[in-house]
């Protein structure tokens, strides 16, 4: 083992770790505001207690996201300075708008939503949240467009050895980009949509243990609502999700063909390709039809492709890591599937009687039970979807143009990787207890209740009315 393989399993764990805070800050935020929003639209006072809620737990989540996001770009340049000055002059764009445009604007309207729930006017504190989320989609989509940039680089060119950027909006409307920002988005929302009905179940069946609900009130209680509107925010990024996923895959057989061919596990360009769901199990022509859309064409395998980059850039192995890349694709298909199917069964669940359409169903114990057992399964499908892109990927860190080993700090020991990934990987787990403990401690204590609004000042008409009432001799 070398200081490469240290600092990639670093970059990797330090990646993992942050990406678990990622995609629940963006859903999560979207969820805060809608909620947020039906209480300004309705006055409804459980819209402003999930609001609350469910808001401290975005606050929670979205610290510790930025703490663990800062280790990301130091890493640059301690373990990847030959990468960073590739790079930097294309980064320094999307990357540079990340941080001044959609962090700022994220991170200002947040302070002013976390503060101003008694010194701003109602709409005006409505507005900062969603400013927030436009700011924290925004911050993704800037990220994603750097990322994209790796896997099929485009507006730039090589000069002196490094990579000048000509065209910052080739750069930024990348056709890689423009699929996975909705792929990743749409998995963020399914993330969270999967997040919050575990603790609706949790709920549910914790109302239930208490009897706090009778037969006739168990669906008329204040989870339904948060329930329901994970099911179909769920359901609807999920269909996001597949067909973005369908366009990323037909990128890859033009982009990134390794990539392809190791996650379907197919060792020699194939006329009519089968997809395998697992080994031994094939589907004629199917993966032919999924990546062109003709059952007949051709599709290269990572034998064949091997040999051409050899000759084409070298003797090296260009292959990734075949079993990672093969079954982190299927574990994320089967996770997410299996997520989505559970929000399907929810809305159907949950729906409204026909015979009395005021009077919700009930949620079933069991089905509030399978909520809350099923909240690893969309985390783990959007880690293996990463790993199934960034490992997919090597040997390069930049597709065609910069190689992982090429990419590394020639001045950095395997020592001095090895005490970083090992102060790093023990603060992420003091960090994770640390979260794991408040996100508990606030989901058992449940919504606090909210204090009466202070009453209205009275406005000039009705101090001029309480004046003509007044005897005109009083002092």
């Known amino acids: 083992?070398?200081?490469?393989?240290?600092?990639?399993?670093?970059?990797?764990?330090?990646?993992?770790?942050?990406?678990?805070?990622?995609?629940?800050?963006?859903?999560?935020?979207?969820?805060?505001?809608?909620?947020?929003?039906?209480?300004?639209?309705?006055?409804?006072?459980?819209?402003?207690?999930?609001?609350?809620?469910?808001?401290?737990?975005?606050?929670?989540?979205?610290?510790?996201?930025?703490?663990?996001?800062?280790?990301?770009?130091?890493?640059?340049?301690?373990?990847?300075?030959?990468?960073?000055?590739?790079?930097?002059?294309?980064?320094?764009?999307p990357l540079a708008l990340e941080a001044l445009l959609a962090f700022f604007l994220e991170s200002t309207f947040l302070g002013l939503w976390i503060f101003g729930w008694d010194k701003l006017p109602k709409r005006v504190h409505l507005a900062t949240i969603w400013a927030a989320v436009i700011g924290s989609n925004l911050s993704a989509y800037f990220i994603l467009a750097a990322n994209a940039w790796m896997k099929h680089p485009v507006g730039y060119e090589v000069v002196d050895g490094k990579a000048r950027m000509t065209d910052l909006w080739a750069v930024l409307t990348?056709?890689?980009?423009?699929?996975?920002?909705?792929?990743v988005v749409g998995a963020a929302f399914v993330v969270a949509g999967g997040f919050v009905l575990a603790?609706?179940?949790?709920?549910?069946?914790?109302?239930?243990?208490?009897?706090?609900?009778?037969?006739?009130?168990?669906?008329?209680?204040?989870?339904?609502?948060?329930?329901?509107?994970?099911?179909?925010?769920?359901?609807?990024?999920?269909?996001?999700?597949?067909?973005?996923?369908?366009t990323s895959a037909k990128l890859l057989y033009e982009q990134q063909p390794m990539k392809l061919a190791a996650a379907e596990g197919l060792r020699h360009d194939t006329a009519g390709a089968p997809f395998s769901?697992?080994?031994?199990v094939e589907v004629p022509m199917l993966l032919s039809f999924l990546a062109t859309n003709d059952p007949d064409a051709v599709v290269q395998g990572t034998e064949d492709l091997q040999a051409r980059y050899a000759r084409e850039f070298g003797p090296a192995d260009y292959r990734p890591n075949l079993p990672v890349v093969f079954w982190?694709?299927?574990?994320?298909?089967?996770?997410?599937m299996a997520t989505v199917a559970l929000s399907v069964l929810g809305l159907?669940?949950?729906?409204?009687?026909?015979?009395?359409?005021?009077?919700?169903?009930?949620?079933?114990?069991w089905f509030a039970r399978a909520c809350l057992l099923a909240l690893p399964l969309p985390t783990v499908a959007m880690i293996s979807g990463w790993l199934l892109s960034e490992i997919g990927r090597q040997p390069w860190t930049v597709q065609g143009e910069l190689l992982t080993a090429a990419s590394v700090s020639p001045g950095v020991s395997l020592t001095e990787v090895a005490v970083s990934l090992a102060v790093f990987t023990a603060l992420y787990g003091a960090l994770a207890l640390a979260e794991a403990v408040l996100i508990v401690r606030h989901v058992k204590t449940g919504p606090e209740p909210v204090s009466p609004a202070p009453p209205a000042p009275p406005s000039r008409d009705d101090e001029d009315a309480a004046a003509r009432l007044q005897p005109s001799l009083m002092y």
């Open 199 to 246: 603790i609706c179940g949790y709920q549910v069946l914790r109302e239930r243990r208490a009897g706090q609900s009778t037969p006739a009130r168990r669906g008329a209680g204040i989870w339904r609502t948060p329930m329901r509107a994970a099911l179909v925010m769920t359901a609807i990024a999920g269909v996001v999700v597949a067909v973005s996923g369908d």
């Open 348 to 365: 159907w669940l949950t729906r409204r009687r026909r015979r009395d359409p005021d009077a919700p169903r009930a949620v079933p114990a």
């Open 1 to 93: 083992m070398d200081a490469l393989d240290l600092a990639r399993w670093q970059f990797g764990v330090t990646t993992v770790y942050h990406f678990l805070f990622v995609p629940l800050t963006i859903g999560l935020g979207v969820f805060v505001a809608g909620l947020q929003t039906a209480w300004h639209r309705t006055g409804k006072e459980h819209y402003l207690r999930l609001t609350r809620f469910f808001g401290k737990i975005f606050l929670i989540n979205f610290a510790m996201g930025v703490v663990t996001g800062i280790v990301q770009e130091f890493q640059f340049g301690m373990n990847w300075s030959e990468y960073s000055v590739f790079v930097g002059d294309v980064f320094g764009a």
């Open 328 to 336: 982190s694709f299927r574990v994320m298909i089967v996770f997410g």
């Open 174 to 183: 990348n056709s890689a980009a423009l699929a996975q920002v909705p792929h």
């Open 277 to 280: 769901p697992v080994p031994g």
